[in-house]
């Protein structure tokens, strides 16, 4: 099966220029999670959707953020404009709501540096 | 200025040795529990999990342990392997009756080093 789909996977910009970052989640999960990782803070929790309605986004840094979910197999998380502090890992993640738990499934994740 | 970084705790651990690696969760309502390995470069890894109503779960080589009574979560790995170097998160899910049920919080990790 294949997992969460991250692109780009590496990504470096300039200053002021727009990011987005893509994201095909696993067929058939109703969750999507949107995190950033860096040295100074660990693994955030940006924005969630559940059946591709935001649920919480109280995490999205600054209205220089935003993500959105047109359908069930696609997301993107665009950055506009993009500063330095905004290099991190970002991954998208994935799962099912089931009664046994909540399983987050990880992509690989978007490397970006805005220089 | 000078950066500063998390300063993840690291455990170094010799092959063939056991690991323990410790967690402290925070919201006693959270009902269930899940370690991530995390592999440089890559994203985390989901590698065994385990509800409230239980106090031990075994996986391949792993084993989680829980004590609700204390709020910890411990991770075993038997005859720890040069693949086992990695960064190891805890993370704890709400009830689903909550509304955070979707969310999961994350601990911030623990860096586990296997020297030969």
């Known amino acids: 099966d294949a997992g969460v789909i991250q692109s780009p996977r590496h990504e470096v910009t300039e200053m002021g220029q727009e990011v987005t970052l893509r994201c095909k989640p696993i067929?058939?999960?109703?969750?999507l999670f949107w995190y950033r990782q860096t040295m100074m803070r660990g693994l955030e929790l940006l924005i969630y959707f559940n059946n591709n309605v935001p649920i919480d986004d109280s995490g999205m840094p600054e209205d220089r953020f935003s993500a959105k979910m047109p359908n069930a197999s696609f997301s993107t998380l665009k950055i506009q404009p993009s500063e330095p502090r905004d290099s991190a890992v970002y991954f998208c993640?994935?799962?099912?709501?089931?009664?046994?738990?909540?399983?987050?499934?990880f992509g690989e994740g978007s490397w970006l540096t805005v220089v | 200025g000078e950066s500063v970084g998390l300063h993840l705790p690291t455990l170094s651990v010799q092959e063939g040795d056991n690991s323990i690696i410790n967690c402290a969760y925070s919201n006693s309502a959270s009902d269930y529990f899940i370690w991530y390995k995390q592999e440089s470069g890559k994203g985390p890894q989901f590698i065994i999990d385990i509800r409230s109503n239980m106090d031990k779960r075994q996986g391949q080589r792993v084993t989680v342990l829980l004590n609700k009574t204390v709020k910890h979560l411990s991770l075993q790995i038997a005859a720890t392997q040069p693949g086992d170097s990695a960064v190891y998160f805890c993370a704890e899910n709400s009830p689903m009756t909550t509304d955070s049920w979707g969310k999961l919080q994350f601990g911030a990790g623990t860096q586990v080093v296997v020297t030969p």
């Open positions: 067929s058939g999960h109703d969750y």
């Open positions: 993640a994935s799962s099912q709501r089931r009664l046994s738990g909540n399983t987050i499934y």
